[in-house]
């Protein structure tokens, strides 16, 4: 009804503007021999009325334009879905069903007229309540604003609860992460070895639907390296630890620490060790060796010479057994000045750490077989 209203309005308006152009003298008379010939108009009246006439059509384009694409207010959250190679009739359907857009028809007319026909990305959008202009929701469409998936990875998971993680919250096929963890092409072109295990950031990452599995593991990698500044590299390399001996000292520390704030004081009993030339003996080295662990660690399993066992074999195991955070990473390549060589769990969230083994062995009837 406001369209009919409006456009009673405009033609009422080019009808007065008719009549008082009709009330301009012309330039000549008929004479008394031609009593019926046609009044000639003037090329004056002809002008006018050919430039009101144009702009009351002016005038009704933008009314109509006004009108079809006026803005359009959802009262709760709308969700749409575009799927990749989707139509361009079927989107504006879709916004005209949701009450986005007042008419399919217009929505088009406008991306056409922008060029933007192509330009709509797929993926998930969510409106919330409010007032869309068509021009707005279309621009969020090109722009790609979809509704991102959330993913968060706390510190210490292995690379296999890494994508188990990311496949469940909706970031793509767990078989094709496991397959890319150990990926020839891709560990070479990222210059990795053998694995990406130690290699993935813990963080909260926030990736569009459809994100490809590599991509999604590209990106943890480029954080990690991100963290892995210069700095913190020349400090590493100060205590032997090229980049994969780093993270694999990290990864342990992660492994082994109740809080950030032992993390310096587990790296410098693990740097004393290794400069001393023993074993680090470092239990969750040989839960990951093991593969399967149901939560007991029993003097067998300390005797299974994987080649991730710390107690059978010298130095650090192979590479990370867990991706770890930036405190660990920070604790590895700084560790603490101190002259420990052991730590027992105090069953209190933290360690007991000792000097020599006189006391070690003091700590664990304490603190172990509370004696």
């Given amino acids: 009804m406001e369209l009919f209203t409006a456009i009673n309005r405009i033609l009422s308006a080019c ?15 008929p004479s008394a021999s031609q009593p019926n010939a046609p009044r000639p108009v003037s090329k004056r009246a002809l002008v006018r009325t050919l430039l ?13 334009g006004a009108y079809v694409l006026r803005p359009c207010r959802i009262d709760g959250e709308k969700v749409l879905t575009v799927a990749a190679g989707q139509s361009l009739s079927r989107v504006a359907h879709q916004l005209e069903e949701k009450g986005l857009v007042a008419y399919s028809w217009s929505f088009r007319a406008l991306t056409r007229w922008r060029g933007q ?10 409106f919330v309540a409010g007032e869309y202009r068509p021009g707005q929701v279309l621009q969020i469409l090109v722009d790609g604003r979809v509704e991102l998936i959330q993913c968060t ?18 970031l793509g ?11 020839d092409d891709l560990l070479a072109q990222l210059n990795i070895a053998t694995s990406l295990e130690g290699y993935l950031f813990p963080e909260t990452y926030r990736f569009a639907p459809g994100v490809s599995e590599a991509s999604v593991l590209k990106t943890m990698i480029t954080q990690m390296r991100a963290h892995l500044d210069p700095a913190l590299l020349a400090a590493a390399r100060q205590n ?3 980049e994969r001996q780093l ?18 004081l587990i790296a410098a009993v693990f740097h004393n060790r290794l400069k001393r030339g023993m074993r680090l003996q470092a239990d969750p080295t040989v839960i990951y060796g093991l593969g399967s662990f149901d939560g007991n660690l029993t003097r067998e399993h300390l005797r299974t010479p994987t080649p991730y066992n710390t107690y059978v074999h010298g130095g650090l195991p192979p590479g990370p057994i867990a991706n770890p955070g930036l405190a ?6 700084w560790p603490a000045d101190e002259k420990y060589l052991y730590f027992v769990a105090t069953g209190e969230g933290g360690h007991y750490f000792s000097r020599t083994l006189q006391e070690h062995n003091r700590a664990v009837q304490r603190y172990q077989l509370h004696r």
């Fill in 247 to 264: 993270l694999t000292l990290a990864s342990i520390v992660q492994k082994e620490a109740g809080n950030t704030e032992e993390m310096p």
């Fill in 240 to 242: 032997g630890l090229n």
């Fill in 15 to 29: 009808s007065r503007a008719q009549k008082t152009v009709s009330k301009g003298k012309p330039v000549t008379t």
């Fill in 153 to 170: 990875l706390p510190e210490g998971l292995t690379a296999m609860e890494v994508v188990q993680r990311c496949s469940a919250a909706g």
């Fill in 117 to 126: 026909g192509r330009k709509i990305q797929a993926g998930t959008y969510r």
């Fill in 173 to 183: 096929q767990l078989t094709r992460y496991q397959a890319l963890l150990t990926d």
């Fill in 328 to 333: 660990a990473l920070r604790a590895a390549a």
């Fill in 52 to 64: 009101v006439g144009g702009v009351l059509l002016l005038l009704l384009v933008v009314a109509l």
